[in-house]
């Protein structure tokens, strides 16, 4: 969105796994902050293999990326707290389409601070604010994060809507 709000040049918006309006800013810095301190530690620390991961189970996921790139996501998030999506003024006439699972939360335990991220909850709240606002929601039922950006539902999601606004054949 920030992108569309900045250049003509867009042709269409899709916003997956992530709220148009209600972003959670505040958790996802949180998060980031987080994953900034992690990759702080020393290298042999923060590159430790893992064995088996559960999907979602970020407390046994190590950080890969170093310092310096988390730092950047950090200041990215930190700008973005003032940051009000209800007045975002993306122009009427980009194709917009927002999409998540509608049980789209993710939990992250206490290597995270206990935060929880919620995307498909302000999705499903603002679905009609959003629709009223020129964009078309698609709110996956029974999905969360994880399964609702899986290839397999998104392509054929995005091939449909591309098709619907005239930009896919």
Known sequence: MQLALRTDRLRALIMGGYPPFDGPYKSILAVTRAAHSMSAQAPAQAASPVTEAEPGDWDSVPIQTNEAQTRQFVTLYEALQDFDDF??????????????GADDRID????????????????VT????????G???????GLDHMS???GSVVLPL????LQKVGWAK
């Open 87 to 100: 007045a975002a003024a993306v122009p009427r006439d980009l194709p917009r389409l927002a999409f998540a």
């Open 108 to 123: 992250y335990g206490p290597a995270w601070g206990n935060v929880q991220v919620r995307i498909g909850e302000p999705l």
């Open 126 to 133: 603002h679905s009609g604010a959003l629709a009223e606002a």
């Open 135 to 141: 964009w078309d929601v698609e709110i996956l039922p």
């Open 148 to 150: 609702a950006m899986h």
């Open 158 to 161: 995005l091939t449909g809507w």
